[in-house]
């Protein structure tokens, strides 16, 4: 009779897909026949764990069972911070099929560990309040008792309890957060979709008293940043350097970073969140942002190295007999020639930059600073590899937005046009040069064609060349047609070094006609 109602039982267990079996039975001599009912019920899930038909019914059993869903996932951090090891957290993974997975993050010590093994519950209920973990680690065995407490753990490190307070460990948040992918993300650059080391070039908004400023941040894969801010106007361009933290919802993203660094013996700490075209910095802790433009163009790069050309070697001893321009000699180097820039005209900026382009011109430029005429006019300086300048450009002599006026040259030296023909006249009767030639033939028809394309090439100029008698040096008087939005031109005065003067020299004996030609 007894073993005919423990199999009855046993079958309507099974049946009914579940292992919950509330016995409450007062005769002493069924315990042993509980436990062979235990015994069966374990195997029997055993058994199903092994068939991959029978996964799905094992899992819904023990959703049954316990009150949670699978994979149950929490993360626990320390009631304190250990000397050793730092900001410690752990993340359990409990899965159907009695696996489980811990990872064990101890930042200033062993980094990320794993262990893996089986979990069973030991609770006296339905409830997940009370778990026995068994893995193996370095040969050995080890059995852990988590015991849930609202919020709290209570970790028995290899079932030892109340023995060495050491492996009592109280766990005092279980929350929602991933604490152990968030330390990760946090130290392993790896995995963040960017290539290290990682720079933001920044411009913000306009300040009195600064001009537009630039901001250049670099993250390195250690960790590590460092930071340039300039303001063009006051040009102190002190590096600060500090540590950064990706704090990105998804590690793998680069979209918000907390960084601290120290100046004037303070910490601050700061927080960037990066936007597609923008990035919003929060400095210290403010509510509000400071908003940053992205940019393409490194300007501090180009202001720094713009700086130290200007201010390298600037009392090399200058070769005037190479002759130049007025106070500007071609063994000058930019430094020397900046130096006078700021004599004639210091509120004028002396510089290399490309508005347009992220990429240097191959010349520095001061805008309307010298006097001609009793006009500002701008001028150009092109250096070349020794440190000196191949060619000094006094520009727009004269200039015409709307003209459409032919080259005649019905005299030898007359092109109609009033201000060039003045200037090539005092120059060309002048005791100081000497004429090489008038524009050829072939520049007057290029310049009256007024085609599009030699006006973009370049090729639509006419050029009066004369020589300096003392230096041998080349001037080129140049009147070139132009097409902002109507026809126009535009007329340069181009004074060459003496080493540029050789190379012209050279290029206008290969247009010369010979007796070959005919």
Known sequence: MFLRLLFTIFFIGLSSNS????????????????????????????????????????????????????????????????????????????????????????????????????????????????????????????????????????????SKKNVDPGFFHKITSKGTLNNVVEVISKTDTSIIDVNFPFTLNLEGQWQEGCGTPSLKMTFSSDLSLEFIYLCPEDPKTTPYKGKWTNISDDPKEFDNISFDYEFEGKTYSNELRNDIYSVYIYWNGS??????????????????????????????????????????????????????????????????ENPYSSENFDFWYADFCIKFGGENKS??????????????????????????????????????????????????????????????????????SFDDLKIYTGDAVMNTIV?????????????????PNNYGYEFDLIYLSPSASASAIEDEKGKEISDDDF
């Open 19 to 158: 292992y919950a079996l509330k016995l409450k039975l007062s005769v002493d001599g069924l315990k042993d026949g509980l436990k062979k009912v235990t015994e069966e019920l374990e195997n029997k899930t055993s058994d199903s764990e092994n068939s991959e038909d029978n996964k799905e019914e094992v899992s819904n059993q023990i959703e049954q069972i316990i009150n949670i869903e699978f994979p149950y996932v929490f993360n626990l951090k320390p009631k304190q911070k250990s000397e050793n090891c730092g900001d410690v957290n752990a993340k359990y993974t409990f899965y159907k099929n009695y696996n489980f997975e811990l990872i064990y993050s101890c930042p200033n010590g062993s980094g990320d560990t794993s262990y893996t093994g089986i979990w069973k519950n030991i609770s006296n209920s339905r409830d997940f309040n009370e778990i026995l973990t068994t893995y193996d680690f370095n040969g050995k065995t080890y059995n852990d008792t988590l015991v849930f407490s609202g919020n709290s753990v209570e970790i028995f490190w290899n």
């Open 287 to 352: 509510d509000t942002s400071d908003d940053w433009r992205k940019s393409e163009v490194d300007n501090v790069a180009k202001f720094l190295q713009k700086e130290d050309t200007i201010t390298a070697n600037v009392n090399k001893e200058i070769d005037k007999s190479k002759g130049g321009y007025k106070d500007f000699y071609f063994d000058m180097n930019i430094s020397q020639i900046n130096q006078e820039i700021k004599k004639i005209c210091p509120e004028q900026e002396f510089t290399n």
């Open 379 to 448: 001028i150009k300086f092109y250096p070349n590899n020794n440190e000196t300048i191949d060619k000094i450009i006094l520009m727009n002599v004269d200039i015409s937005f709307d003209s459409t006026n032919y080259a005649t040259y019905f005299t030898k030296d007359e092109s109609g046009f009033a201000k060039y023909d003045e200037i090539v006249g005092k120059i060309v009767g002048s005791n100081r040069f000497e004429l090489v030639r008038y524009p050829t033939a072939v520049e007057v028809e290029n310049f009256n």
């Open 467 to 483: 020589k300096n008698i003392e230096t041998n040096n080349l001037v080129y008087l140049q009147i070139r047609r132009t097409k």
